[in-house]
């Protein structure tokens, strides 16, 4: 279970097994989260969440 944080509100979210962390050298870490939410959740741009003691922070937006 991971913790989202956006506009001072929390949502916890299930990360689906898909879910994962991309590292390599001379790149940005990357955190693809997968989850499945029963109502729409508007999650803007800068939302963040941290994983294995890194924080990911979302810069751009997404069309789901």
């Known amino acids: 279970m991971l913790t989202l944080h956006f506009n001072n509100t929390t949502l916890d979210v299930q ?16 955190l693809v989260l997968k989850f499945s939410l029963s109502e729409f959740v508007e999650i803007p741009v800068g939302a963040w969440c941290e994983y294995q003691g890194v924080k990911y922070k979302l810069g751009s937006p997404e069309n789901i």
Request: charged share 30%; proline share 6%; glycine share 0%.
């Open 15 to 30: 990360e689906s097994d898909s879910s994962y962390r991309y590292r390599s050298l001379m790149s940005k870490p990357q």
